[in-house]
T-cell receptor
Framework: QKEVEQDPGPLSVPEGAIVSLNCTYS??????FMWYRQYSRKGPELLMY????GNKEDGRFTAQVDKSSKYISLFIRDSQPSDSATYLCAILNRDDKIIFGKGTRLHILP | DTGVSQDPRHKITKRGQNVTFRCDPI?????LYWYRQTLGQGPEFLTYFQNEAQLEKSRLLSDRFSAERPKGSFSTLEIQRTEQGDSAMYLC????????????FGPGTRLTVT
C-alpha cells in the first residue's frame, strides 16, 4: 500500500461550485498534512498545512484531516477558472521527508 | 524575499552527457531539498541538506547523481552520464529546521535527455 493515495482525476466542475479533493494515507503516525497547488510546468505552491486532526481555513480554502479514517480533504469554495491546476496532497513522515500523492488535475469550467 | 530560484529552467542534453543544476534557497532557510517529478506523478524526494551537511539520500539517487551545498547557501545537483530515464522536472525546496512541513519550492529545472 502506498503511503499517500490520491485520485488523479481529471475533475471538472462549473465555476462557482464547491470543489472537494481527497487523499488517504496509510500510517497513523503522520502528524503534518499539506496541500500544494501546481500549475502546468511550474513548481508546487504551498497552500496550507494542518497539524493533527481538525480543520484549517484560509480564504476560500479549507483543509480537513480525519485521523480516525486516515483521510484528508481540501475544499475550495466559489471556485474560479484560475483555480484550475493540479492539487497535491502530502504528508510529512517521521524522517522529515514530504511524501506526495500523485496529484488531482482540476478544471474549473467558466 | 525572492523565494527559491533554480537555474537553468530548461536543459536539453544528449544521452551520456553530464549536467549540473543550481538552486538558491530562501536566504534564511537552512534546509534545502531536491525532488524529481515525472509526468503524472507527485514530486519524489531525492536528498536534503541541513546547512552544508547532506543528511539523507533516497534510493532513487543512483551513483550518477551527486549533490553539494558547499557553503550552506546554494546547492548544485549533478547528473553524470545522463540516460533517457533521467528526463524529468528537478525541483528544489527550502525550509527552516523544525518546519519541514513548510517547504517552499522553486520553479524547477526541466531536463530532457535525447
Amino acid at each position: 500500500q502506498k503511503e499517500v493515495e490520491q485520485d488523479p482525476g481529471p475533475l471538472s466542475v462549473p465555476e462557482g461550485a464547491i470543489v472537494s479533493l481527497n487523499c488517504t494515507y496509510s500510517n497513523s503516525a503522520f502528524q503534518y498534512f499539506m496541500w500544494y497547488r501546481q500549475y502546468s510546468r511550474k513548481g508546487p505552491e504551498l497552500l496550507m498545512y494542518t497539524y493533527s486532526s481538525g480543520n484549517k481555513e484560509d480564504g476560500r480554502f479549507t483543509a480537513q484531516v480525519d485521523k480516525s479514517s486516515k483521510y484528508i480533504s481540501l475544499f475550495i469554495r466559489d471556485s474560479q477558472p484560475s483555480d484550475s491546476a493540479t492539487y497535491l496532497c502530502a504528508i510529512l513522515n517521521r524522517d522529515d521527508k514530504i511524501i506526495f500523492g500523485k496529484g488531482t488535475r482540476l478544471h474549473i469550467l467558466p | 524575499d525572492t523565494g527559491v530560484s533554480q537555474d537553468p529552467r530548461h536543459k536539453i542534453t544528449k544521452r551520456g552527457q553530464n549536467v549540473t543544476f543550481r538552486c538558491d534557497p530562501i536566504s534564511e532557510h537552512n534546509r534545502l531539498y531536491w525532488y524529481r517529478q515525472t509526468l503524472g506523478q507527485g514530486p519524489e524526494f531525492l536528498t536534503y541538506f541541513q546547512n552544508e551537511a547532506q543528511l539523507e539520500k533516497s534510493r532513487l539517487l543512483s551513483d550518477r547523481f551527486s549533490a553539494e551545498r558547499p557553503k550552506g547557501s546554494f546547492s548544485t545537483l549533478e547528473i553524470q552520464r545522463t540516460e533517457q530515464g533521467d528526463s524529468a522536472m528537478y525541483l528544489c525546496a527550502s525550509s527552516l529546521v523544525g518546519a519541514a512541513y513548510e517547504q517552499y519550492f522553486g520553479p524547477g529545472t526541466r531536463l530532457t535527455v535525447t
